[in-house]
């Protein structure tokens, strides 16, 4: 043990020491990271605070299967030692692999890494945690399966990670969540449960139906375990999208700010009409520059940039102040229509500019954007992080929007207004999925800018009280902040927040598994909460 290591709270450095000998018994030394060099990776990467040992973890372990998982649980519910899960711990902006409750055993499950079955007829995979959105595009194209996978922004991440984050995507399955079916979940007391159709025994991993129908018989659980710490899911059913005939990726660029309401409110009659069917992007200008080059290329002052900057920014790159993509998949003839009537229903937008590609099926376009639209994961995503120049780093604030020009209007002038006020840019859109839109801002700002961390910090509970105040609420948040954003769910003196607390103590009453995940915290570990 390190002299300076984090032990978990009310636990001796020799009483530790045992605890991981018994870990170490079970996965063996080489899996079990104790300090210094090996904990770095289960760091916060993007701190948004000068201290990133406020959630500093004691120790990690890297079990290889179901029966280590359970050990190690038997092993933790006996010690009274809190375990924080990750799939492979790349939810960067929110977190990295950091646990919430610092001093907390970090399960790492980036080992169990198979893909497990794939059925092409019936469009499913069943995957393990440990694999990536890359894994699974390698393992298909590799068998060459006509599937396609519904990547998220950054594709080094875990299928199952990403999905249990309610994360999304930019294909017509790109709400990962609503594509997910059936589980395989370890309770704190090690007990298995599969869910849904899972529940027969039917001899197999994939059994008859369990990716295919996910309520089964009697109560549904899958939701149950999506941003919570009710148990550790080692297995996963999802959905995936037959390879279309042909497809389109398309562009509109908007001149104007207010051009945002409008976008919103025909987007919105596209998607419920079913004419475009996956998850479009309302991109800002300056999250689509910061994808070509720095902020410096434009404006090196202080503070956000002016609006003379931006404008001239626009002009340069020859991008509006919206940038809208979006895709249409299907038969050639079905896709030229529908282009007909995207076009037609922004039309009366003055000085709208608007560009499409059309791709035969398996032909693959160039753009890393245009990439995710086609089932390509890629890494452009990362370009973001050169913005400000230096060892770039951000923090996200996410908060839902009805998909309607006024309330979108509302949020983008709340946000850009406050972020201002904090020194920071408007780098941010909103992903559109018919009646609502996730509405994504980035606080970007330099790691190693001790200052300009901790005022990411801030900004970020400043734009929570902000949005409550408002009427919207988050649907994701950094480790920083969990607590205050459960609390901003406070109907009927957070009748939610005691029902979930509920659910804690008799699923997990001895709190191990990822206390304060989500502001939820176990009996064991209530007096833990804060809003940090």
């Known amino acids: 043990m390190n002299a300076d290591a984090v032990l978990p709270p009310g636990m001796s450095a020799a009483r530790f020491s045992r605890v991981l000998a018994a870990f170490e018994s079970i996965v063996g030394a080489p899996n079990v990271r104790r300090g210094g060099a090996a904990l770095v990776p289960y760091f916060d990467p993007f701190a948004p605070l000068a201290d990133a040992r406020a959630f500093a973890p004691s120790a990690a372990l890297l079990p290889a299967d179901i029966d280590e998982i359970r050990a190690i649980l038997r092993v933790a519910n006996a010690a009274r030692v809190p375990l924080w899960t990750v799939s492979t711990g790349r939810n960067f902006a929110y977190g990295g692999a950091a646990p919430r409750l610092a001093g907390s055993v970090v399960l790492d499950l980036q080992r169990l890494n198979r893909v497990l079955d794939v059925d092409e007829r019936l469009a499913w995979a069943l995957v393990e945690p440990g694999v990536s959105y890359f894994d699974l595009y390698g393992y298909l194209r590799e068998r060459g399966l006509k599937l396609w996978v519904d990547p998220p922004a950054a594709g080094w991440g875990s299928v199952i990670g990403n999905t249990l984050e309610r994360g999304f995507g930019y294909t017509a399955y790109g709400d990962h969540a609503a594509a997910q079916c ?49 148990g550790i899911v080692t297995k996963m059913g999802l959905w995936l999208m037959p390879a279309p005939a042909a497809f389109l990726i398309g562009e509109i660029q908007f001149a104007r700010e207010d051009d945002l309401g409008v976008i919103v409110d025909t987007l919105r009659t596209l998607q419920l009409q079913g004419t475009i069917v996956q998850h479009a992007v309302i991109e800002g200008a300056i999250r689509r520059a910061a994808s070509i080059g720095p902020r410096e290329r434009w404006y090196a ?172 609420g988050v649907y994701r948040s950094h480790l920083l902040y969990m607590d205050y954003a459960a609390a901003q769910y406070s109907f009927n003196d957070g009748a939610l927040l005691r029902l979930a607390q509920t659910v804690k103590d008799a699923l997990d009453p001895q709190g191990v598994l990822a206390p304060g995940k989500q502001g939820v915290w176990p009996a064991a570990w209530r007096e833990m909460r804060g809003y940090t």
């Not at 395989?184 to 298995?192: K, P, T």
């Not at 050169?386 to 949020?411: I, K, N, Y």
Request: negative net charge; proline residues 5%.
């Open 182 to 230: 059936g589980m395989e979940v370890v309770l704190a007391n090690g007990d298995v449960v599969r869910t849904g159709m899972g529940g027969l025994d039917a001899g197999t991993d994939a059994g008859s139906s369990w990716p295919l129908y996910k309520p089964g018989y009697g109560p549904s659980f899958d939701a149950l375990f999506t941003q919570s710490n009710y």
């Open 301 to 472: 002052g202080d503070g956000p940039m002016p609006e003379t900057a931006i404008a001239a920014m626009q002009r340069d790159l020859g991008i509006g102040r919206w940038n809208l993509h979006y895709a249409l998949y299907g038969e050639p003839e079905v896709i030229e229509a529908q282009q007909r009537i995207v076009e037609r229903a922004f039309a009366p937008v003055a000085d709208a500019r608007v560009m499409s590609k059309r791709y035969a099926g398996g032909e693959e376009p160039q753009g890393g954007a245009d990439r995710n639209m086609a089932g390509i994961p890629t890494m452009s995503a990362f370009r973001m992080l050169d913005w400000r120049g230096g060892e770039g780093a951000h923090v996200d604030f996410s908060p839902l929007c009805p998909a309607d020009g006024r309330d979108a209007l509302r949020q983008y002038s709340l946000v850009k207004t406050r972020a201002a006020e904090y020194g920071f840019d408007y780098y941010g859109g909103f992903t559109a999925a018919g009646r609502y839109l996730h509405h994504v801002f980035a606080a970007i700002f330099v790691r190693t800018d001790a200052r300009q961390a901790t005022r990411a910090g801030d900004l970020l509970r400043a734009l929570m009280s902000d949005a409550r105040a408002a009427g919207y």
